[in-house]
């Protein structure tokens, strides 16, 4: 018999976990404590990169999560654009990564091409020559609008099945297994009765469960972002990222030639900040510009604080203003984000008891590859 689920936490990762079981004919009550969801999952960039994860399963949950999108927005408009994602060398050695990179998808069939600066500059003419050096672009991958992806989600989940319940503004203060059923409260003394309960609690470890988060080596990371004025008469479609995405993300470092790049190449301002710049046109024209990465362990996250820090806009700023011109830099948001990640393992799961499980700490990963990841997981938990 199909059973009846309570998923904790309207972000990617509870959604996705929803839309898995759906799928499986169970029914589903999803519990958000915001009004909305306002966390990690509207706040970032909305692009969907599996070219940028570890080589093996992460891998494949972004590119299962690439179809699954696809299903998606072919029968709800979800606001997903297919207009890939270029990484662009700035210098001969990130390119070099580059190639290796782009031999090694070829090897396992998933579309990418190398472009050379003339080609890179053709389609992109905002980039500044004096940056690029060449690029290696991924046709197939997506991008989304992050402030409305989410709230599309859950209303074509509404939308397509009966068995589908979406409770917002209520938070979960309580979750508890007897006699082979859980219940689960809010903090307004509602209570809802499931065969198993998931928990995709972001960077909340202060609401249900605390002590098990203790023997983890859940991180928080702060991020900070921007974004212009719309700028409809610049055209930068796609998921741009650069010379030191090269440097930083995952699939990158699995290639032999990653180790001859210069580190000296690297401004350490900006190292120490953990920086590196991606943009992200919205469809209204703005461009949003980020990030940097603090980090601190889960139990002292508040100490990462709440300022936005100019000082690290203003590196940020200055290495975007290196990349591309653009008719005017005036900045119309700054806002910071946050989000769970595990310090060794890819995502962070357990059990408590038979039935309730936490799953959290996807990390910067989890538009990418949640929805993929939420099939294996469901296909586990039922
Ligand atoms: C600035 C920034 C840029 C990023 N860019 C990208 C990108 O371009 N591509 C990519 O793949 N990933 C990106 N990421 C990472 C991605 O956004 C996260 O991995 C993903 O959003 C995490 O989703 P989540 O559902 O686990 O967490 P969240 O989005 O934090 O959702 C958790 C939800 O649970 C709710 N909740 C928690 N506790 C309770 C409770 N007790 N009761 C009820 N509700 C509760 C919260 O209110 C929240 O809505 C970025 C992240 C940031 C911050």
Redesign the pocket.
């Known amino acids: 018999m199909a059973k009846s689920l309570v998923i904790?936490?309207?972000?990617?990762?509870?959604a996705a976990h929803a839309y898995a079981a759906l799928k499986k004919g169970s029914t589903v009550t999803l519990?958000?404590?915001?009004l909305q969801?306002?966390?990690?999952?509207v706040?970032?960039?909305?692009?969907?990169?599996p070219s940028g994860m570890e080589r093996g399963e992460w891998f494949e949950y972004g590119r299962k999560s690439l179809q699954l999108y696809q299903e998606i927005q072919d029968q709800y408009e979800l606001g997903i654009r297919n207009n890939g994602s270029i990484y662009i060398a700035s210098t001969e050695d990130e390119m070099n990564v580059n190639i290796e990179l782009c031999n090694y998808y070829q090897s396992i069939q998933y579309p990418c091409q190398l472009m050379s600066k003339a080609e890179v500059l053709a389609k992109y003419p905002s980039l500044k020559s004096s940056y690029v050096v060449g690029a290696l672009f991924f046709p197939q991958e997506y991008s989304a609008e992050p402030e409305t992806l989410i709230h599309n989600f859950h209303q074509f989940l509404l939308q397509k099945y009966e068995n589908y319940t979406f409770i917002v503004g209520?938070?979960?203060?309580e979750v508890e297994e007897k006699n082979e059923l859980c219940t689960v409260r809010t903090a307004t003394n509602e209570k809802y009765s499931c065969d198993e309960v998931i928990v995709?609690?972001?960077?909340?470890f202060k609401?249900?469960f605390p002590s098990e988060f203790n023997d983890s080596d859940l991180i928080v990371s702060k991020?900070h972002?921007f974004a212009t004025s719309p700028l409809p008469q610049v055209h930068l479609p796609g998921n741009i990222l650069t010379g030191l995405t090269i440097r930083r993300y995952e699939s990158f470092e699995c290639c032999s030639s990653y180790k001859q790049l210069d580190p000296t190449l690297v401004n350490p301002r900006l190292k120490e900040n953990g920086i590196h710049i991606l943009f992200k046109q919205r469809v209204d024209g703005s461009i949003i510009i980020?990030?940097s990465h603090e980090y601190a362990t889960f139990d002292k996250a508040d100490q990462l604080g709440f300022y936005v820090n100019n000082k690290i806009n203003e590196l940020m700023l200055n290495e975007a203003k290196r990349i591309i011109e653009l008719p005017n830099w005036e900045i119309a948001q700054y806002w910071v984000?946050?989000?769970a990640q595990c310090k060794e393992n890819p995502i962070f799961r357990k059990k408590v008891g038979d039935k309730i499980h936490i799953i959290?700490g996807?990390?910067?990963?989890?538009?990418?590859?949640?929805l993929g990841y939420a099939q294996e997981s469901i296909s586990e938990i039922l």
């Not at 706040?43 to 990169?49: E, L, S």
């Open positions: 904790v936490g309207g972000g990617i990762l509870g519990i958000e404590k915001d969801p306002a966390e990690a999952t706040r970032n960039f909305g692009q969907v990169v209520k938070t979960v203060v995709c609690n972001g960077r909340d609401t249900l991020l972002m980020g990030d984000g946050y989000y959290t996807i990390g910067g990963k989890g538009m990418t590859t949640s």
